[in-house]
T-cell receptor, first 111, second 115 residues
């Protein structure tokens, strides 16, 4: 699996968009970008994934650059409950459990 | 909807004792996994099972064993616990045979302290 680089921490004001970057410069052509988050003491939760097109669901949007070497997770209207550690993972869409979870980005949403 | 159930939620254990962490899923997912998460760090894969009857080693398998006798259950056993195995253990599953391959579903974790 390709290695990812994320900032250690970020702050965001409540109600504003939270933009979480991820660099994955060694991504291969058939690897997907997955995002999970982990709210304190809970199990990680799947957010979204994509291959090369931008994706949107009820939780977030995923923007992947044309060269696929980086991506951004967007929470359009962050709430206090979005405070969590966000993990960016790059891997094939099989053998999900072999995902490599790095240290992620700790997002703190402030009132 | 139960999803993945782990037990116990937390446990304090004396070093040298044997311990089994239980994991049950009701989603009929073919693949299951065990991770450990040490304080302030990301998750590391211990063992996995792609289908009932098969298991494989992850990143940090030493000191742990697993079995997969059926689709729903995937217990993790520490044969002789050591303090370095103090951690939070997460069980997860995924539907690699269809549905949403690649999406992991996690349990709420089992917090284990070995003294």
């Amino acid at each position: 699996d390709a290695k990812t680089t994320q900032p250690t921490s970020m702050d965001c004001a409540e109600g504003r968009a939270a933009n979480l970057p991820c660099n994955h410069s060694t991504i291969s052509g058939n690897e997907y970008v997955y995002w999970y988050r982990q709210i304190h003491s809970q199990g990680p939760q799947y957010i979204i994934h994509g291959l090369k097109n931008n994706e949107t669901n009820e939780m977030a949007s995923l923007i992947i650059t044309e060269d696929r070497k980086s991506s951004t997770l967007i929470l359009p209207h962050a709430t206090l409950r979005d405070t969590a550690v966000y993990y960016c993972i790059v891997r094939l869409n099989t053998n999900a459990g072999k995902s490599t979870f790095g240290d992620g980005t700790t997002l703190t949403v402030k009132p | 909807i139960a999803g993945i159930t782990q037990a116990p939620t937390s446990q304090i254990l004396a070093a040298g004792r044997r311990m089994t962490l239980r994991c049950t899923q009701d989603m009929r997912h073919n693949a299951m996994y065990w991770y450990r998460q040490d304080l302030g760090l990301g998750l590391r894969l211990i063992h996995y099972s792609n289908t009932a009857g098969t298991t494989g080693k992850g990143e940090v398998p030493d000191g742990y064993s697993v079995s997969r006798a059926n689709t729903d259950d995937f217990p993790l056993t520490l044969a002789s616990a050591v303090p370095s195995q103090t951690s939070v253990y997460f069980c997860a599953s995924s539907d690699e045979a269809g549905g949403k391959p690649g999406e992991l579903f996690f349990g709420e974790g089992s917090r284990l302290t070995v003294l």
